[in-house]
């Protein structure tokens, strides 16, 4: 596997973490899942957290987990171009 297919599918990765975080944030998980909703918190919501200083409110509807996916495939468009270019 190429380093640009291994960037890729990290940042894959990440941004169904990131789904599913917000996913779970609609609902009360109790239990089990909520010990999952609390990992996948410390994992998504410090990059998040960027875009929610960011004024991406419409109504009720937080648009910063948009955003932040949204940069996320920026990012790996760029990186995995320039990793396959380079041959990496």
Avoid at 12 to 28: C, E, K, T
């Amino acid at each position: 596997m190429s380093l640009a297919a291994l960037v890729s599918r990290l940042i894959d990765f990440y941004v169904l973490l990131i789904f599913i975080y917000i996913i779970m944030s609609w609902f009360r998980p109790t239990g089990f899942l909520y010990d999952i909703y609390r990992v996948l918190a410390q994992v998504c919501e410090p990059y998040i957290g960027i875009f929610r200083r960011l004024p991406l409110q419409v109504g009720m509807l937080d648009l910063s987990p948009m955003a932040a996916i949204f940069v996320l495939y920026l990012i790996q468009r760029v990186l995995v171009r320039i990793l396959w270019t380079a041959g990496l």
